[in-house]
Each structure stands twice: as C-alpha cells, then as structure tokens.
C-alpha cells in the first residue's frame, strides 16, 4: 500500500539556517508527488510538485526514485516560513495521501 | 469565487448524534475528497470521489458514509457520533493535473 512517511513531527532552525524537511514514500508505480503548506489558522495550500520542478518562495524538492524520496530544502530560513508542511502523493487511481507533517519553526 | 467551501466551521455533537458536514466547490472539480486532521497523525483520507457518481474508501472511512450528490458536492455523514471522531475536517477538490484546493476546515467536538 502506498505511504508518505515525514520523520520529523519538529524543525526548529534559526532565521537564515539551510532547512530540509524529509519525506519518504512507497509506492509501487509512478507517483506524483507534492507540498502542501498549512501556515497559521489558514487552509492547506499547495508549495511545489515534482512534475514543475520549480523554486516557489525558495524552496525547492527533488524526487529521488532510488531514495523514494522527496525531500523540501530551502537554503535561507525566514521567519515566515514557520508553518506545517505536509508530503502528499497522489497514485495512478487518483488517491491523495498525506503525511503525518513536519512543524518547522524559524526562530530570530 | 468561493473555491471549496465547508459548512459548519464549528460543530459540538454529543455522543451517538448524527451530523453531515457539507462541501461544495465552483471551481469544477472531478475529484473531492474528505481528510481529518490529527496532531501527530497528519491528513488522514477518509474517503474520496474521482468523479461524479462514484465513491471510495480511504485510510480511515469506518464510521463516516458519503454522497457525492453532484458534481459540485460532497458530504460527509457521521450516523452516530463518538469522542474518537472529535477532529478538524478538510474537504478538497481537484481537476486532474491540477492541485487540490482545500476548504477552511470545520472543527468538530464529541463530547
């Protein structure tokens, strides 16, 4: 069965420190993977997808298929960076499937 | 353009009520799913509809139903209440090779 794993329930770091928030996943087939920030009191918004391959506001997250990973890596920690952010999957049916999430707190 | 919008944000049940959570979307979506929020426990998928008429089982579905009543929503039925189900529920919409846009949340207490 499909499964996001996020290891890290903390990260704490001070402002302007690398930050790589880890996530595993398994899945048989090829999946598409995503991450979704939750900043305080709001809704879950989604930050990047592998397919894009882009930077959004500095992070960015490369999948490794031999790792099974997809780990968000920004190099310069802001302060409002401090939210909860989620590694989701999405299979070939077109389940989503969440981690348990990371809480990264940058501190001044 | 409200997105996906849920009602109620803020709901107390006693145990053995029933309630439906409602979801709907304008933003025309095939796909829309139900997720609860646990510390710790992350987004958990209760269930999830790939379009409009079909309905399927996630990680946690025992003791919720749905109704995918059209295409624009999706309810989630909870037919008898327990402390267990006390949790904030997200309901999300999505169009294939899109994201998923997520609601406000509601929060739900059983007592």
């Known amino acids: 069965a499909q499964r996001v794993t996020q290891p890290e329930k903390l990260l704490s770091v001070f402002k302007g420190a690398p930050v790589e928030l880890k996530c595993n996943y398994s899945y048989s087939g090829s999946p598409e993977l995503f991450w979704y920030v939750q900043y305080s009191r709001q809704r879950l918004q989604l930050l990047l997808r592998h397919i894009s391959r882009e930077s959004i506001k500095g992070f960015t997250a490369d999948l490794n298929k031999g790792e099974t990973s997809f780990h968000l890596k920004k190099p310069f920690a802001q302060e409002e960076d401090s939210a909860m952010y989620y590694c989701?999957?999405?299979?070939?049916?077109?389940?989503?499937?969440f981690g348990q999430g990371t809480e990264l707190s940058v501190k001044p | 353009n409200a997105g996906v919008t849920q009602t109620p944000k803020f709901q107390v049940l006693k145990t053995g009520q029933s309630m439906t959570l409602q979801c709907a979307q304008d933003m025309n979506h095939n796909s829309m799913y139900w997720y609860r929020q646990d510390p710790g426990m992350g987004l958990r998928l209760i269930y999830y509809?790939?379009?409009?008429?079909?309905?399927d089982k996630g990680e946690v579905p025992n003791g919720y139903n749905v109704s995918r009543l059209n295409k624009r929503e999706f309810s989630l039925r909870l037919e008898s209440a327990a402390p267990s189900q006390t949790s904030v529920y997200f309901c999300a919409g999505r169009t294939a090779n899109t994201e998923a846009f997520f609601g406000q949340g509601t929060r739900l207490t059983v007592v």
């Open positions: 989701a999957l999405r299979d070939q049916g077109g389940k989503l499937i």
């Open positions: 509809s790939a379009s409009e008429g079909t309905t």
